[in-house]
């Protein structure tokens, strides 16, 4: 959901509420990141705030212990 560069954040957020309607919010994948992990660190507020509505869980740490607030921290997204 976060690796396609041409999607708007609109079009994102529309496309992780799809995923999310038949998937899993917390599911990790290989390197043990769930999808807000992954949508904090790229800074993708709108799915961020998609992840949370569907019920993904915000204090759930990395294998390293990163949440991923502190990976929108560590890469400079104050607005997540």
């Not at 660190?41 to 607030?69: H, I, M, N, S, W």
């Amino acid at each position: 959901l976060t690796h396609e560069p041409q999607r708007t954040g609109t079009d994102l957020a529309e496309a992780a509420q799809t995923y999310l309607a038949a998937h899993d919010p917390d599911k990790r994948d290989f390197s043990g990141d769930t999808l807000l992990h992954k949508a904090a660190y790229q800074g993708a507020a709108k799915v961020v705030g998609v992840l949370l509505a569907a019920g993904a869980e915000p204090d759930r740490a990395c294998p390293f212990g990163l949440t991923p607030l502190l990976y929108a921290a560590e890469y400079g997204h104050a607005d997540i």
